[in-house]
């Protein structure tokens, strides 16, 4: 097939867009997709990619990245032993139809839309709902955005404005940042020094679309009209129009009020803030006009790239535009048609995340191997090799509950009662959880959590003692020290150990004979502790 050639449409105020015609077919499966344009660059570059990753690193991987935990010695067992052609794809269908899947990409949106500065867990019940429900991305955006304190389905959504509302600089960035993926906050003070995309024009135009919202005691409020004024580096002070980001302008609603309008209008919010309840929408709404504007087809593009993105770092850990947030003209993606193929792909598709994300874990672009034996790692934006990722506080609390029960626990029952189980699990590990960083690209290990490790009897306590449901207590029963040694590795590492692991750790637990309980205990304590454990490799 020959190579397709790129050609960019330079729009106006507007980043870089690849022609729908110059990529692949819609019809075309996702993972083929996916595959085609890595391998293409990868071919041009001239470099070979790392192995394929073996069945114990895949359902561990899989299984940490769709439903936040590690798998059970039974099924890692039942995975790498069956036969079937199929079972990656079983495996993916099994894990994305559990309800853990909607808990733990729950938690992931909500870190991702709490952003840097923001505390996970304001979401989490409103997004449990409604990923649950399987609502489409552009709906979940409208419902926070547009939310209804007397609508039983999307109650909490509100959270995410109501957090915000009194700082409209940072409701501004902060929006144009989940949703849209640009950082506009240096076109606040002045025109963008390095990116001829972002005028002061874009900050306010934007800001002109939260400026009408309020809390009103306690409830998200909106004015029918408010007029936004900035003074530019040149000239005289300008009214700001409300201006989505491909520089398309809302003309409705931005006349300055007559006293006797502002008079009415306050009067009726105080009579709701007074009655403590939610006050209805004006009108004329502006974050209304901001959603239809944004979901328009011709202005939609940079919602379906951002969250095209977004998941393809979450899975991938490296964006296909990196940083996340700064998409423009100046910082092209490293694949322009497999990005402008998953953004028509997403949209078309009515925004259904979970063929995105069945996608991109079906490619074999995703099970590459982290183990590079070149000499020069290849740049990350290849792709050529998997990327280690930090677990999540919800990840490494419940795998560390898995990795420290006896994994007879998990056998022989019926899946429904599996998934109670693993549910009762993660449920005792969000206290937990709490101990744990959330990772970042440039992630390292904390003081706190390496006190937590190395000096703390809170893991002592509450993974490492004996009981009838404890690893520690199966591992003792173990009258071969080789075949304890066995079960602790693949419980805690979801593999088999190796000759040389088994052969060092029971020659560890012999110098230990006097203190086995300790032994074992320290043994299953090194590897949770370990960087193999704290990683999704």
């Known amino acids: 097939m020959r190579s397709l050639r790129l050609a960019f449409l330079i729009l106006p105020l507007f980043a870089l867009r690849v022609y729908a015609a110059e990529i692949l077919p819609a019809d075309r499966p996702f993972a083929e997709v996916v595959d085609h344009y890595v391998d293409e660059r990868l071919t041009r570059s001239g470099t070979k990619p790392a192995d394929q990753i073996d069945d114990y690193t895949l359902i561990r991987r899989l299984t940490l990245d769709l439903v936040g935990r590690i798998p059970t010695p039974p099924e890692t067992q039942a995975f790498v032993e069956s036969k079937d052609t199929k079972k990656r794809e079983q495996l993916v269908e099994r894990l994305m ?35 649950g429900d399987n609502r489409p991305w552009n709906q979940i955006f409208k419902e926070l955005l547009l939310p209804d304190d007397n609508d039983p389905n999307t109650k909490g959504a509100g959270e995410f404005l109501k957090t915000r509302i009194t700082d409209l600089d940072r409701v501004t960035n902060e ?36 400026a009408p919202s309020f809390d009103n005691g306690g409830f998200l409020a909106e004015r029918s009209f408010t007029v936004v004024k900035f003074k530019p580096t040149k000239g005289a002070e300008k009214i700001a129009k ?11 609603g931005t006349k300055e009020p007559s006293k006797d309008d502002e008079k009415k209008e306050r009067e009726l919010l105080e009579k709701f803030k007074k009655d403590k309840k939610a006050p209805p929408p004006p009108s004329f709404s502006a974050r209304a006009k901001l959603v239809e504007l944004a979901l328009q087809s011709k202005e939609s593009e940079f919602f379906s790239r951002s969250i095209v993105n977004r998941l393809w770092h979450r899975f991938l850990g490296f964006g296909l535009v990196n940083p996340l947030d700064q998409m423009h003209s100046e910082n092209k993606p490293s694949h322009p048609e497999l990005l402008a193929w998953m953004a028509r792909d997403v949209a078309a598709n009515k925004y259904d995340l979970r063929k995105t994300i069945r996608g991109i874990v079906l490619s074999k672009t995703y099970s590459r191997s982290t183990k590079w034996t070149g000499e ?13 990722k930090p677990l999540t506080p919800g990840q490494m609390a419940t795998s560390l509950k898995i990795a420290t029960t006896d994994p007879t626990q998990f056998e022989n029952i019926k899946p429904e009662e599996l998934e109670k189980r693993l549910e009762a699990v ?43 449901d404890r690893l520690l ?58 960087a193999e454990f704290r990683f999704n490799y």
């Open 376 to 388: 020069a790692v290849p740049a990350p934006s290849l792709f050529a090799v998997a990327r280690l």
């Open 426 to 468: 993660e449920n005792n590990a969000r206290g937990m959880a709490g101990s744990f960083a959330q990772p970042t690209d440039d992630f390292q290990i904390g003081v706190n959590e390496a006190l937590l490790f190395s000096n703390s009897d809170k893991i002592i306590k509450d993974l490492l003692v004996e009981g009838n």
């Open 473 to 530: 207590t199966k591992a003792k029963s173990q009258t071969d020290p080789a075949k304890a040694v066995d079960v602790i590795v693949r419980t805690v590492l979801s593999r088999p150990a190796t000759p040389e692991e088994t052969k060092s750790l029971t020659e560890y637990l012999g110098r230990r004979s006097d203190r086995t309980i300790e032994a074992y205990r320290q043994v299953i304590w090194a590897l949770v502790s370990g």
């Open 175 to 210: 929006v144009s940042v989940a949703f849209f993926g640009v950082n506009v906050s240096c076109a606040q003070c002045h025109d963008h020094p390095l990116v001829s995309d972002w005028k002061q024009d874009h900050f306010y135009g934007m800001k002109s679309f939260f």
């Open 242 to 252: 409300m201006m989505f980001l491909t520089g398309s302008a809302i003309e409705a």
């Open 97 to 131: 139809a559990s309800s853990a899947f909607v808990r733990h990409q729950a938690n992931q949106f909500d870190a991702m839309l709490a952003g840097p500065n923001g505390k996970p867990g304001a979401l989490r019940d409103y997004l449990v709902k409604a990923l």
